[in-house]
């Protein structure tokens, strides 16, 4: 097959005839399988095989199984192979299940083999279709960008199925979209490593008068220190930080820029959110201040913090009090289904 724009010849039994690929008759091959095309003089098409194979990054959403989009699963149901990014996010299914509704098997594609043994994932992907599923959107995470140009250096042509994710998911506990700044990252502390940089991105969204979205880490296939030293492939049990590990280690930053004279930007009076399994029927969504972001129980993962601007519209008050923690709620309660 010849490129866009060039004149190709298919030949069907005895008969040759010639089509010209325009911009949108090329987009209109990557949304199906089968091109059908009618001969003049004939009552019936012809069915073409698809010309264009290619990588498609498709996102789940964040619920089950049944969150992928109508577009995403009849892509997935035709390729030759599936594959399933599990280092970013999770769902609340397993992949049997995953398995089960899209029809067809995965393969569990972990961050070495994603970031170090990409070829692996893009091999073929130039004469036959080949799925990469994302928790989320595909864009929610910048190390998929990677596999996008790896494949364009390739020659391989590339879709991306989009999805809903956390970055505007969390719009459901009321607070607007359009006010919220950087996004941030929270990391598990160790005994050595206890970064603090990203508070600076938390000030300055709240000095902006914007809010801000805590992504809590996420720790699969991890190794110890020793085992990666000693080269063993030994993995530890997954981890997933909860909202309040997230608020034990902020108040811990608070105390530690008092100490070093500073004004701290967010203090346990400071107004927040939690969130935990957003998109799934089990979702919960809690509203209070730092201090008790520390002591709440929001159950499994995944969770979710945000650290709410100075000023808040009227509207986004009056939906959080539908989440407020009641005041005189003790240690580690559980929040309510919401």
């Given at each position: 097959?010849d ?9 069907l039994?005895?008969f ?10 090329k ?8 091109l ?11 069915t ?57 098997k995965?393969?569990?594609?972990d ?9 692996n994932i ?8 080949v ?13 998929h ?20 994710s ?32 990203f508070?600076?991105?938390?000030k ?35 981890r ?14 608070v105390q ?18 939690g ?5 799934a ?10 201090q ?17 601007g100075d ?10 009090s ?6 005189n709620?003790?240690?580690?309660q ?5």
């Amino acid at each position: 097959m010849d490129t866009m724009g060039s004149i190709s010849r298919t030949r069907l039994s005895n008969f040759t005839f010639t089509f010209h690929f325009c911009a949108l008759e090329k987009e209109m091959a990557t949304h199906s399988s089968v091109l059908d095309w009618r001969i003049p003089g004939t009552e019936e098409p012809v069915t073409l095989p698809l010309l264009f194979e290619m990588l498609y990054m498709i996102g789940l959403g964040l619920g089950d199984a049944k969150d992928i989009t109508v577009k995403g699963l009849e892509v997935v149901r035709r390729c030759s192979r599936v594959y399933l990014e599990t280092y970013t996010s999770v769902l609340t299914v397993g992949k049997e299940i995953l398995e089960e509704f899209y029809e067809r098997k995965l393969i569990l594609a972990d961050r070495e083999e994603v970031e170090q043994e990409a070829d692996n994932i893009l091999k073929d992907a130039d004469i036959s279709d080949v799925a990469f599923l994302v928790v989320g959107d595909p864009f929610g995470a910048t190390t998929h960008s990677d596999l996008i140009l790896r494949a364009t250096k390739l020659g391989i042509p590339y879709r991306v199925i989009h999805n809903a994710s956390i970055m505007n998911a969390v719009g459901c506990c009321g607070l607007q979209l359009y006010k919220f700044g950087e996004t941030v990252s929270i990391v598990f502390w160790t005994d050595t490593w206890r970064p603090e940089s990203f508070f600076d991105k938390v000030k300055k969204n709240r000095q902006n008068g914007m809010h801000t979205l805590c992504l809590l880490d996420i720790k699969v296939k991890e190794q110890s220190l020793e085992n990666l030293i000693k080269g063993r492939k030994i993995y530890e049990p997954p981890r997933y930080m909860s909202v309040n590990q997230a608020a034990q280690q902020l108040l811990e930053i608070v105390q530690n820029q008092r100490i070093r004279g500073e004004e701290p930007a967010v203090t346990e009076e400071t107004l927040c959110v939690g969130l935990a399994r957003v998109g799934a029927e089990d979702q919960k969504i809690a509203a209070g201040t730092l201090q008790q972001m520390s002591t709440v129980d929001l159950g499994g993962p995944l969770h979710s913090l945000i650290i709410t601007g100075d000023s808040l519209h009227p509207l986004e008050m009056e939906m959080l009090s539908l989440f407020t923690i009641p005041e005189n709620s003790s240690e580690s309660q559980s929040i309510g289904g919401l």
